[in-house]
């Protein structure tokens, strides 16, 4: 190695290290812990006030020396990887090597390389934290590893001045004038440079011109997705910069103070295509599981916007439209127009009181087979039918009464009666897929739409108050029935739902428009059509 080239490798000094340690201080009982850094400027403190305390003020603490490095211009481009000097103990050995009877795996078996990144990891025991200048392989390999910034590569001529060549062989034998500089190796010197070197500046080769295509991947940007470090070589090229700009997105997105879920969901579906493609390139199986997990949280992210927050979405109001808080999400519903269609298929009499007895308890004991009721939600359900509906249920053995069906009529919400629907106990086939917090929300919605106050007020009767359910089980979130390519709801399943003949349920929909249930409400062509007034959108079902 020349004078020169021994120089050049001088210059370069191992990255930065800070490491942030807490520690018991004094007695246990005194709840103290003692703060050090590595760095020779911070002195030891003592922080009251236990784990939690420390840990607060070791994170203040990091906070400010990155703050003071991000201030001071950021890691440095050509310092040399922290954690090779550490004989890369910081991320797990390759295993290989130590079967192959490696000496020193960690040394020989990982490879170091990409750009200067600054880093901080946080152990998982909350005490210690380490910010390092490391090369990007590392940082990748170390868990619990935090990239915070990348430096620009460095480039040095032979001479003085910094070229943006990288080093290349030519096809003479002969090494460029120029030479990339990177974290995990210093510029390699061969009797072509030093002669090159001795000979002066006059006697220097003027560099070679790159094409775009013949650059070394070591120029290329770099970054992360996905706990995925993305290759250097990934083709094309538009592909790894989408990776890159996406990994840069998701981390932005982060760090933003409120939610978008409209942003979000973008973001996963360009993921989503992203992933896809990765995977066509690579054959990677595991590409395309990410894929498709990346479509369907897109999904769910606008229905979180749609169902939750979002505003009115319809043919004929604008984005500007009221905003509507539903108490049922877009999957919910569907739970709910499936516990509709089990209770018309499971009622054991035809009677539109029995139906609507059997639909709510359903959904009391739809989880386990059990649930609770008292006298007073049945006669909300039912106010003049309830005792002689409870009995004929129970006749049918379709629900057990742990008493009487004059107790059950008798129980107050504090002491509500047990009842059991031998069909949902658990040893019977599951004919539901909900959990227990869906269930109390399909509960709750039907509950508000069998309650309604002018229902209550007009006593309308049982085969109305099917059909206010139907309705709103069947609505679009804009509030029109039926689907759009449907044209609105098919009257011979509304009537064997309601138990009506199909003709009677034109009146029974104009008592639902006179209790500004629905709109309006139109039979004509065997099918209704009609929408929600606004103040029933919460009920929609979000068809």
């Given amino acids: 190695m020349t ?42 403190q003592r922080v009251p006030g236990g784990a939690a305390a420390g840990r607060k003020a070791a994170i203040g603490h990091v906070n400010t020396h990155l703050a003071r490095i991000r201030k001071a211009g950021g890691p440095h481009g050509e310092a040399w990887c922290a954690c090779r000097a550490a004989d890369c103990a910081w991320h797990t050995p ?8 490696g000496a020193n795996p ?43 910034d990348t430096a620009l590569p460095s480039f040095r001529t032979a ?16 090494a460029g004038d120029a030479a990339a500089v990177f974290s995990d190796h210093a510029p390699s010197s061969s009797p072509a440079t030093d002669a090159a070197s001795t000979a002066g500046p006059a006697s ?20 992360k997705i996905a706990q995925r470090t993305v290759p250097h070589d990934l083709e094309p090229d538009v592909l790894r910069l989408e990776l890159i700009d996406l990994g840069d997105a998701f981390r932005a997105y982060q760090q933003r103070p409120e939610p978008d879920l ?65 108490l049922l999400a877009r999957q919910q519903a569907v739970h709910a127009r499936t516990v509709l269609d089990y209770a018309a298929a499971h009622a054991p ?25 008292t006298g007073q939600d049945l006669t909300g359900w039912l106010p003049d039918d309830a005792e002689r509906v409870l009995q004929q249920l129970v006749a049918a053995d379709w629900l057990r009464l742990p008493g009487t069906v004059a107790e059950v009529m008798a129980s107050r919400s504090e002491d509500p009666t047990a009842i059991t629907v031998p069909t949902l106990l658990p040893e019977q086939p599951r004919p539901f897929g909900f959990g227990k917090t ?54 011979d399943q509304l009537a064997a739902f309601c138990t009506l003949p199909p003709g009677d349920v034109a009146e029974h929909a104009e008592l639902l428009v006179a209790t500004d249930w629905l709109a309006e409400a139109d039979t004509a062509g065997g099918r209704l059509r009609g929408r929600l007034t606004e103040r029933i959108l919460p009920l929609s079902g979000l068809l």
């Fill in 438 to 491: 869906t269930r109390a929300r399909i509960s709750g919605w039907a509950q508000k739409a069998v309650g309604d106050r002018k229902i209550r007020k007009k006593k309308l009767p049982a085969t109305t108050r099917l059909l206010a359910l139907y309705t709103a089980a069947h609505a679009r979130p804009d509030g029109r029935l039926g689907r759009p390519e449907d044209g609105g709801l098919d009257l």
């Fill in 106 to 148: 960690a040394a020989g078996a990982v490879r170091c390389g990409g750009p200067v990144v600054l880093t901080v990891h946080a152990d998982r025991a909350g005490r210690l934290w380490r910010i390092a200048e490391t090369c990007a392989r590392c940082a990748a390999a170390t868990s619990d590893c935090r990239v915070l």
């Fill in 204 to 223: 220097l080769p003027r560099a070679r011109s790159s094409s775009p295509a013949t650059v070394s991947w070591r120029a290329k940007r770099w970054g």
């Fill in 94 to 101: 390759d295993t290989t090597a130590v079967r192959r009877g």
């Fill in 262 to 326: 409209v942003l979000l969901a973008g973001l996963h579906e360009r993921k989503a295509r992203a992933f896809a493609l990765w995977a066509d390139v690579s054959g990677d199986g595991s590409l395309r599981h990410e894929a498709k997990r990346a479509e369907k949280a897109a999904q769910t992210t606008r229905e979180m916007h749609t169902n939750r927050g979002g505003q009115v979405a319809s043919d004929t109001v604008s984005g500007d439209g009221p905003v509507v808080e539903r």
């Fill in 3 to 44: 004078a020169e080239a021994g120089t050049r490798q001088e210059e370069r000094v191992t990255g930065r290290v800070w490491t942030v340690r807490l520690d018991p201080h004094g007695r246990p009982s005194s709840g103290a812990v003692k703060l050090s850094c590595s760095r020779p400027a911070c002195a030891e």
């Fill in 159 to 174: 001479g003085q001045a910094a070229d943006p060549v990288p080093e290349r062989e030519h096809a003479g034998g002969a």
């Fill in 349 to 373: 009499h035809p009677q539109a009181e029995v139906r609507l007895a059997v639909l709510m308890l359903t959904l009391r004991a739809a989880r386990a087979g059990t649930g609770n009721v």
